[in-house]
């Protein structure tokens, strides 16, 4: 990982090749604070702890904590799947829960922002509620799935206009035209993940597989590409699958927190 931006020269310095080291002060610059989550224990559904995790802690399935005042989100009048909760401290002052049913729908996914302070309480599913095929293993999200938290710095990651623009500075700097140079750069950002099965990332880059989903964002709720921020993605893991080991994305709009979410796969 890349605690900080000193991280990301020695990083490069010791990748090996020029280019690397002539890049290192254009990625340090891209670079964004982001919380990446690992499981506690990656044995996956059937080796869950059966014992519930404390109140307001971070972790995938189960039950959510909620206030008292909570209503629990629905689409078509059918109750959405709850799938995590994090504390985002310090990079966002909330705890996000979110709630999913047909992400690429309307009204298919829901962020809920508490205050890490304020008393919560454990709240049963409704009877009804329901997920997206896109989330192949339903099952995963019924057991408690504990996290931990890991800081860090995430650059520009594939497709998005962020990796488009420091992709075309990147390449001002080579020396010598190079048909492979932006693999040579994911080789890199892969260093920037954590140890171990990272399952949810908050903050830093958004993703897309073959175009930027902020844009997509643009075309379903308005506003510009640069206006759509990454709030949170659940990525697959061994043991739960989304899509073809892709992902659920939350998009979030800084003017008026409007929220855009999306499955995808490769």
Known sequence: MFTHTEGIYAAAKNFGGDSLQAWADDIAQSAKPALWFTLLDP???????????????????????????????????????????????????YRLAVFAGEPNELGGHHVAYFDPEAPTERRDYPANTFLSEWFMDPEFFERYHPVIPHQGLDIPRWSSEAHDQLMDILQARLTEEDDEFEDLYEDFRLMAEPDGEAIIRVGGYHAGIGFDSAADAVDKLGGAVSDWRHLVTLDSTRDMCIGDAGYFQVLRRDLDGATFAGTESS
Do not use: C, H, I, N
């Open 43 to 93: 044995a996956g559904a059937e080796g869950a702890p059966t014992m519930e995790p404390p109140v307001g802690s971070s972790y995938v399935g189960g039950r959510p904590d909620v206030t008292a005042d909570f209503v629990w989100p629905t689409q078509d009048e059918k109750p959405l799947t709850f799938l995590f909760q994090v504390d985002a401290r310090p990079l966002l002052p």
